[in-house]
Every structure is written in C-alpha cells, then in structure tokens.
C-alpha cells in the first residue's frame, strides 16, 4: 500500500530564511507527487506537480526516487506562505491520493 | 476557472437522520470525483472514487451503505450520510477532475458535518 509520510507537524521560521517542509514516500509503483496548500480560511488548492518540473511562488520540490523524497524548499520565505502544506501521491488510473498528514508553515516577520 | 462548490457549507442533524450534501463542479464537466473525509488536526482521508454514470468504488473500511454516492451527471456528485451518528461528524471534502486533465484535482470549501 502507499504511505505519506511528513514528519513535522509544525515549522516555523523567519522571513527570508529557507524552508524545506519534507516528504517521503512508499509505493511499489511509479509514484506522482504533489504538494498541496491550505491557506488559512481556503480550500485545498495544488501547489506544484513533479512532473511539471516547475517553480511555484518561489517553491520547488525534486523527486529523489533513490531517497523516495519530495520535499518542498523554497530560498527566502515569505509572511505570505504561512499555511498548511500537505504533501500528496498519486496513483491508480483515476489518480487518487493518499495525503500526508500535513505541516503548518508559519513564517515570522 | 476549475471552481468546485459544496453545499451546505455546514450542518447540524440529530443521530439517526440522513444527511445529503452536493459537489458541483461550476465551470468543466467533471468525468472523475472524489470524496475525502478530514478529522479535526488530521490530513484527508479518501473515502470513495466516483465516475458519472457508474457505480462509486469505495476505499476499504468506509461503508458503502452509509455513504451513498451518485454521480448522476458530469457536474454533480452528491454523498449522503444515512443513519448518521455522533462518530460520523467530521469535514466532508469532495475534488472533482476533468476530462482529459488526468492528475489535477480541484477541491470543493468542504462541509462541516456535526450530528448530535
């Protein structure tokens, strides 16, 4: 079966420090990755996609298939990504998800 | 574009009544929907995979007789909760994705479902 797992529940740093909120994963397919963000109040809405190898908002996140990571970093956070990150896997035809248990990003002024 | 809607956004019931609450994707046609159940403090967990015009298929452990699904049109999903308890209250959240975006899920706002 697959898992999520994010190990801190909570994060917190200043802005402009770097933030790198971690994923791992296990799953005996060929797994698809997502981040997924909660701002506060919002619904869930999709933050970056592996496969699309794209910076989102400043953030990026690398699948490392030898490490069966995805973590999420970004250079300089701002006060503005404080919210809930929820780390995802895609799988199956239907590409359903198995969700992380999530981490609260608060970034201090 | 991509909005999903969920009504009611809450709702307070007495034990043993059935609840019902809708999914509508607003702008696309939604082949593929999704219904998570979320506990306070914890992550999504999802309860059943609907395709409109098909039978729900349900994850392992959720009843499918007290969580009936339909998904009788491209822009329409509805769950309802029969027979509803106590331990049934909880954030109902439902995604929908359209056809031919094949990874992309968009979530509804979710319901908060509390039964007394």
């Known amino acids: 079966a697959q898992r999520v797992t994010q190990p801190e529940k909570l994060l917190s740093v200043f802005k402009g420090a770097p933030v790198e909120l971690k994923c791992n994963y296990s799953?005996?397919?060929?797994?698809?990755l997502f981040w997924y963000v909660q701002y506060s109040r919002q619904r869930l809405q999709l933050l970056l996609r592996h496969i699309s190898r794209e910076s989102i908002k400043g953030f990026t996140a690398d699948l490392n298939k030898g490490e069966t990571s995805f973590h999420l970093k970004k250079p300089f956070a701002q006060e503005e990504d404080s919210a809930m990150y929820y780390c995802?896997?895609?799988?199956?035809?239907?590409?359903?998800?198995?969700f992380g248990k999530g981490t609260l990003l608060t970034v201090n002024p | 574009g991509a909005v999903v809607s969920q009504h009611p956004s809450w709702v307070i019931c007495k034990s043993g009544t059935s609840v019902k609450i809708e999914c509508r994707s607003l702008?696309?046609?939604?082949?593929?929907m999704f219904w998570y159940r979320q506990f306070p403090k914890q992550s999504l967990m999802l309860m059943a995979t609907?395709?409109?015009?098909?039978?729900?298929?349900?994850e392992q452990g959720v009843e499918k007789d007290k969580f009936l699904i339909n998904h009788a049109s491209l822009t329409l999903s509805t769950l309802t909760v029969t027979s509803a308890h106590p331990e049934d209250s909880s954030f109902y959240i439902c995604?929908?994705?359209?056809?031919?975006?094949?990874?992309?899920?968009?979530f509804g706002p979710g319901t908060r479902l509390t039964v007394l």
């Open positions: 799953y005996s397919g060929s797994p698809e």
């Open positions: 995802a896997l895609g799988y199956g035809s239907n590409y359903k998800l198995t």
């Open positions: 995604s929908a994705k359209a056809a031919g975006a094949a990874d992309t899920q968009y």
């Open positions: 609907s395709n409109e015009g098909s039978k729900a298929t349900y």
């Open positions: 702008d696309f046609q939604a082949t593929t």
